[in-house]
């Protein structure tokens, strides 16, 4: 008998000691468990930008903070222990958990919907397009209008407008008018840069031959090469070269997500001239040049001018050419300027503060500019020096994907770098 109880004891201290994974089942919600090797369990419960202890674990609306909570073992954490909540099943679980004395803190958010993220800011007017925004306008969103109504645009430099989403981090341009929120790629990294800011450094806009100058490659979407007509040359026939790119990058990444992804928010391309006949090697100024580049005063707009022809959208949508295969694309020159870019060769005006900047690379919109003999079909892009800048579409540059969120996913976090917001 002596024998036998004392083997017993050595098997239970055994076990004990040499426990990789406690799972702790937490009834109704409620902290009741007591363990030789477990403490105790605080929990903290979010409520507007603070969180405050609560006795009990909530049951519904809330999702568990895994990168802020932690464990302590003697009073000091210890970064070694990880904790998991099961929300199903209401257990949690540490491991290892080998150390008398360990108390764990356990972190618990309530979900953004989408309005209240815009209830969250001071909502303000830009009306000066003329100069850059590079002054910290954190906790501040900017209003004009677009095709659905009214759309609230981040600008100048910001550090809440991240967002952790489909294993990649993005930055929000905008909410729609739609209530759908705009995001362009940031990176792996919250706080990449430069290279790491594209999903491609060198991709040409379109490849265009010498022999095939035209104005039909200004669009991220082509015609007929050689017409002699407008509606031919920007007919939604061709992939150019940068949307097979972006194309093939979404299929690859996100099409498990697509659920996600709004379907009715479109990329708005736009092909209006201001001056020119816009087919062939006619020398052609679209619009855009016009508003942002060639006078004094910048007019940008969020309105696509002929949302059926460029406004480019998935064949299920029910707006815009429904010409895409994938519900992606690419910033505009116009949402470029909101942000706080302008064009201009005057080196102190570039912006290397606001949001959008990302170091010593050029990057593409999806913005015509001009045709011209000696630039050829010309796009927009942000500079290496912050500006919006204009170049031939052979050229190559980096590529930022842009996406649509749904009006009415949720989000956790406060859009900050080291708090980015989580799409739930």
């Known amino acids: 008998m002596v024998v036998l109880i004392i083997s017993a004891i050595v098997l239970n201290f055994t076990r004990a000691k040499y426990r990789v994974t406690q799972s702790i089942p ?40 895994e990168e802020r909570s932690y464990c302590t073992v003697n009073s000091e954490e210890d970064s070694n222990i990880t904790v998991s909540y099961d929300a199903d099943n209401q257990s949690l679980s540490i491991s290892p958990l080998t150390t008398k004395g360990t108390k ?25 397009f003329d100069s850059t925004l590079a002054s910290n306008t954190t906790g501040t969103l900017f209003k004009a209008e677009d095709d659905d109504g009214i759309s609230y645009y981040f600008a100048g430099a910001v550090d809440d407008n991240y967002v952790k989403f489909g294993g990649f981090y993005w930055r929000i341009i905008r909410i729609n008018g739609n209530g759908s929120m705009r995001m362009i790629y940031q990176g792996k990294t919250p706080d990449a840069k430069g290279k790491d800011n594209v999903i491609n450094a060198s991709v040409a806009f379109n490849v265009v031959t010498t022999e095939l100058r035209d104005n039909a490659y200004v669009g991220y979407m082509y015609g007929t090469v050689i017409s002699n007509n407008y509606e031919e040359a920007h007919a939604n026939t061709n992939d150019s070269n940068i949307k097979e790119v972006v194309d093939e ?62 406004l480019y959208t998935v064949s299920e949508a029910n707006n815009g050419n429904r010409a895409l295969t994938y519900p992606i694309g690419l910033i505009t020159a116009d949402e470029i300027s909101y942000a706080g870019g302008i064009w201009n060769n005057d080196e102190n005006k570039y912006n290397y503060g606001f949001y959008l900047y990302i170091g010593d690379i050029a990057y593409w919109t ?59």
């Not at 309005?115 to 800011?121: A, D, M, N, Q, R």
């Not at 090697?281 to 969020?302: C, W």
């Open 26 to 65: 937490l009834v109704n919600g409620t902290i009741n468990y007591d363990s030789a090797d477990l403490n105790a369990v605080a929990v903290y419960i979010q409520e507007g930008d603070n969180y405050f202890k609560s006795d009990t674990i909530p049951s519904s609306g809330y999702t568990f903070n």
């Open 104 to 128: 764990c803190y356990l972190y618990f958010r309530y979900p953004h919907t989408i309005p209240e993220l815009i209830e969250s800011k001071i909502i303000d007017q830009r009306t000066d």
């Open 249 to 310: 990058w979404y299929k690859n990444n996100l099409l498990s997500y697509d659920s996600y992804i709004d379907k009715n928010s479109g990329f708005c391309g736009d092909r209006e001239i201001s001056s020119g006949l816009g087919y062939g090697k006619n020398e052609t100024d679209y619009a855009a040049y016009d508003r942002l580049f060639a006078h004094l005063e910048k007019k940008p707009t969020l309105k696509c001018s002929n949302p059926n022809r460029d």
């Open 366 to 424: 999806m913005t015509p500019h001009r045709y011209t003999s000696s630039a050829w079909s010309g796009s927009c892009l942000l500079g290496s020096a912050g500006h919006l800048s204009a170049t031939s579409s052979q050229n190559s540059h980096g590529v930022r994907p842009v996406i649509n969120l749904k009006s009415d996913v949720t989000l956790t976090g406060s859009g900050t770098v080291t708090d980015p917001y989580v799409v739930n």
